[in-house]
C-alpha cells in the first residue's frame, strides 16, 4: 500500500505521533483525523413517494455514502442502509435510493462518508428529515416556482441571501416543485451590480461563475454555487424536492436550433446540453429511468388525494422557428409525442383527487425566442388564433382529457419572473374542445423579476389575478421584494385544493380554493 500525505497531513501525522511512525499501518487512520471527508454542500432528498424516496450528498474525494433512517429524531433502532461510493466521475455525488418504508411517517435520515482509500477515516454526519406519502386521505401541503441565481443576483448576505426558501420552509411543506431554471449556467455572478438607487448588490462570488458554463466542471459549479446559501441547504435538509429542468441549466432559450452566442468556445449546443443534463442528474435526488437513462419526465404518486405529472418540455421540442404549422410534425414538438402518450396514458390511470401537471413553461403566455423584435416561439403560445405548431400538443391533451372523463387536472408553472392565475374558459376560447381548467403561475424564488406578459387567446385564459414589476420596471433585484412561490394545501378530509400565491415576505397575495369534482 502506497500512502500519500500532504504536508499538512505530514506534520499533523508528525506531531501526534512522532515520524518513526508514518510506515505503521495504523498511520492512516491517525495522520487523517483532521482530515475526514466532510458533507460539502448539504443534504437533500426528493420524490419521495408511499414507501420512500431518494437521498443526496456531495462530499470532498473518493469516499463511500453511508446512510442510517429512523422514525424518531433519536435515531433509535435506526436502520443502517448498504454504502454508496461517491467517486470523481459523479463529483463526489451520490444519491440512494431509500425504500420499505412506513407510509405518511416522518423519517429521519443521517449520512456521513469514508474515505475509500483509509477505511478508518469517517467524516461527520449531517441529518435531514422529509415525510413519506400517505396511504390515507390525510392533508397535503406543498410549494412551487422556480428561477434561481438568474441575471446575475446571486448570494447577497447583506440582502439575507435566498430568504424566500427559508420563508417556504417555514409552511413546513411535504414537498417543493421546482419548476425549472435551477441555476443560469449562462449569467456570469459578478462581485457587485450597482442598483438604480445607487446602492450596491454584493453577491458571494465563485471563480467558475465569472463565465458562462461549458465545461461540465463550470455546469456542476453553477448548481454548487446555489448550495453554498443557508437558507436553501436549511431548505433543502428539511424539505423534499421534485425537480425538473427548463432553459438555463444549459442557456437561455436552447433549443436544438439555438444559435450559439459568440462568447460561447463550445459551439455545439448537444455538446453543451449533454454536459449540463449530467451535472444536473448528479446534482439532484430524481429517481433516474432505467428505460431511458437521463429522463425527466415522470409521475410521483403522493397519496389517494395526488400524483404529479414532472414535464419535461426541453428535451425533446423542436427548433424556436415561428412554430405557425397547421398539421402536427417534428416542427411543432414541446413535449414530444412519447411523452405525450405517456402523460395521457398516466393521467387515464390516475387514481388520485388531484392531477398536477407541472409544466416548465406557461401555456398562453406569449415567450418569444428573440425578445427585442417579438420573433421565434420559446414557449407554447403562438398569438392570438387557432392552435398552431405547438399548440397542437396542447390542443390534442386537452381533447384527450375531456373525453376520457378525466377531471381535476391544474397546472403548476413558473419560469417567466412573475405571479399570475389564469382561468381557461372554452367559452372564451378559439379552440373550444375542452373542460375548464386552472393554471397558476408562481417564481422567481431568487432572480430578477419581469413581466407580466401578454396572453393569447387560443385557449382562453382568464387572467384571475398578476403581481409583476411593470413594463417600465424590468429586471429588479430580489431586494425589490417580488420574488414569488406558490403554496397549495389539499384538505384531508373534503379534498379541497386552496391555492395561494405569496411574496418572499410571505404575504398572501391571492388564494383560491377548488372543489373537486367526481367522476
Do not use: C
Not at 52 to 62: F, H, L, M, S
Not at 228 to 250: C, G, M, S, T
Not at 288 to 293: A, G, K, L, R
Not at 330 to 335: G, L, N, Q, T, V
Amino acid at each position: 500500500m502506497t500512502l500519500r500525505l500532504s504536508r499538512r497531513r505530514f506534520l499533523a501525522a508528525a506531531s501526534a505521533t512522532g515520524a518513526g511512525m508514518l510506515g505503521n499501518l495504523a498511520t492512516p487512520y491517525l495522520s487523517r483525523a483532521a482530515d475526514r471527508p466532510v458533507i460539502t454542500h448539504g443534504v437533500q432528498s426528493g420524490d419521495i413517494a408511499v414507501d420512500g424516496g431518494v437521498v443526496w450528498a456531495r462530499t470532498d474525494r473518493p469516499a463511500q455514502m453511508m446512510v442510517e433512517i429512523a422514525t424518531t429524531e433519536s435515531f433509535k433502532n435506526a436502520r443502517v442502509l448498504p454504502p454508496i461510493n461517491a467517486l470523481p466521475e459523479s463529483d463526489f455525488t451520490a444519491k440512494l435510493l431509500v425504500d420499505n418504508l412506513p407510509a405518511g411517517q416522518t423519517i429521519f435520515y443521517r449520512v456521513k462518508f469514508r474515505d475509500l482509500a483509509h477505511s478508518g477515516v469517517v467524516g461527520e454526519a449531517v441529518t435531514g428529515r422529509f415525510r413519506t406519502a400517505p396511504a390515507d386521505r390525510r392533508d397535503v401541503s406543498f410549494v412551487w416556482g422556480g428561477d434561481v441565481a438568474g441575471q446575475g443576483w446571486g448570494i447577497n448576505p447583506d440582502d439575507g441571501g435566498m430568504f424566500t426558501f427559508e420563508t417556504m420552509r417555514k409552511h413546513q411543506p411535504d414537498f417543493l416543485i421546482h419548476s425549472g431554471d435551477t441555476i443560469y449556467a449562462d449569467g456570469p455572478i459578478t462581485s457587485e451590480v450597482k442598483l438604480p438607487d445607487g446602492t450596491v448588490w454584493k453577491n458571494l462570488t465563485v471563480e467558475e461563475k465569472a463565465k458562462v458554463a461549458e465545461t461540465l466542471d463550470e455546469f456542476r459549479a453553477a448548481h454548487k454555487y446555489n448550495f453554498l446559501d443557508k437558507n436553501l441547504r436549511a431548505f433543502n435538509a428539511e424539505v423534499p424536492i421534485f425537480v425538473q429542468w427548463d432553459d438555463h441549466e444549459v442557456m437561455n432559450n436552447w433549443s436544438i436550433s439555438k444559435e450559439i452566442p459568440e462568447v460561447y468556445k463550445v459551439r455545439d449546443i448537444r455538446l453543451l446540453a449533454a454536459r449540463a443534463a449530467q451535472a444536473f442528474h448528479e446534482m439532484y435526488p430524481l429517481r433516474e429511468s432505467i428505460v431511458e437513462p437521463g429522463r425527466v419526465y415522470r409521475t410521483i404518486s403522493y397519496g389517494p388525494h395526488l400524483d404529479v405529472f414532472m414535464l419535461d418540455e426541453r428535451s425533446y421540442r423542436g427548433g424556436n422557428g415561428e412554430n405557425l404549422q397547421t398539421s402536427y410534425g417534428p416542427d411543432s414538438y414541446f413535449i414530444g409525442p412519447e411523452q405525450l402518450a405517456w402523460l395521457k396514458r398516466g393521467l387515464l390511470a390516475s387514481k388520485a383527487t388531484w392531477k398536477v401537471i407541472a409544466s416548465d413553461m406557461p401555456l398562453s403566455i406569449l415567450v418569444y425566442d428573440d425578445a427585442p423584435h417579438k420573433k421565434g416561439s420559446e414557449a407554447i403560445a403562438q398569438g392570438d388564433g387557432p392552435a398552431r405548431g405547438r399548440e397542437l400538443e396542447i390542443a390534442d391533451l386537452l381533447r384527450f382529457i375531456k373525453t376520457a372523463g378525466i377531471v381535476n387536472t391544474v397546472w403548476l408553472t413558473a419560469d417567466v419572473h412573475y405571479a399570475a392565475a389564469h382561468y381557461y374558459n372554452p367559452d372564451k376560447a378559439q379552440f373550444q374542445d375542452f373542460e375548464p381548467f386552472w393554471e397558476f403561475v408562481s417564481g422567481p424564488f431568487h432572480a430578477g423579476s419581469f413581466g407580466p406578459g401578454e396572453l393569447d387567446n387560443t385557449f382562453g385564459p382568464e387572467l384571475k389575478f398578476v403581481k409583476g414589476p411593470g413594463a417600465d420596471h424590468q429586471n429588479l433585484s430580489p431586494k425589490s421584494g417580488m420574488q414569488f412561490f406558490g403554496h397549495v394545501q389539499i384538505a384531508g378530509d373534503t379534498g379541497q385544493m386552496t391555492v395561494t400565491l405569496r411574496d418572499r415576505a410571505d404575504v398572501a397575495l391571492w388564494s383560491t380554493t377548488l372543489d373537486p369534482k367526481s367522476v
